[in-house]
């Protein structure tokens, strides 16, 4: 029996591209094929295919909404999300819903084949190169919060991160409730906890520590 799949992407051009590479493989049956989200979970739901191939850029619902439906659903569909690109936060949210793979576009054809049919018997495929990113920031982010934590208040920390992304002193005040001369006195100390001298420094160590 071939393994029966599913493709979505938003894009034409990628959809017909992607259903004629399976359509190469006699191992493979394509049953359905969707431009959204939406459409996808519908005819996953339906179909219950052995795998779905899943560009995570999808309007209506995004590839990690799908995922974590499908997972919250106990559907028995694997998941091969293929991606231009994936944010170290996305990639580890894939890895703990239990994604059977990740494949990145600029990759050649071959091995997404290769993806999926590792994937539909039972194993997982996972990018090395964006699983380590995702891992090393993470375990920056530990480090660094670790080590603010032992110089800093959490309401520092808050701060820090917000001035990291460019709030002004009023938008922080706004956020936590509290006076813009109260940010001032905690901008203060936490310039002082540091010993640096000023919001670009402060943002600069915010991303250092991967705080953001």
Not at 68 to 91: H, M, N
Request: charged residues 30%; hydrophobic residues 45%.
């Amino acid at each position: 029996m071939p393994t029966r799949i599913v493709l979505a992407d938003d894009h034409p051009i990628v959809l017909d591209g992607l259903e004629q590479l399976f359509a190469l493989e006699r191992d493979f049956e394509i049953v359905h094929r969707c431009s959204d989200g939406e459409a996808t979970l519908e005819a996953v739901r339906r179909l219950r295919p052995e795998v779905l191939v899943l560009d995570i850029r999808m309007p209506k619902r995004d590839g990690l909404s799908v995922l974590r439906d499908i997972v919250a659903d106990k559907l028995p569909t694997q998941v091969v999300l293929l991606t231009a690109e994936l944010s170290e936060e996305e990639t580890l949210e894939a890895v703990r819903l239990g994604v059977g793979g990740i494949v990145l576009k600029e990759m050649a054809p071959r091995l997404l084949v290769q993806c999926v049919r590792k994937v539909s018997e039972g194993e997982r495929w996972l990018d090395q190169t964006a699983i380590r990113k995702a891992l090393d920031r993470v375990l920056r982010r530990e480090a660094g919060l670790g080590e603010a934590s032992r110089l800093l208040t959490p309401r520092e920390i808050e701060i820090v991160k917000m001035v990291a992304v460019g709030l002004r002193n009023k938008q922080i005040a706004e956020k936590l409730t509290i006076t813009e001369g109260t940010v001032k006195i905690h901008l203060h100390s936490i310039y002082e906890k540091l010993q640096i001298s000023g919001r670009v420094e402060l943002s600069l160590y915010a991303r250092d520590k991967a705080l953001v």
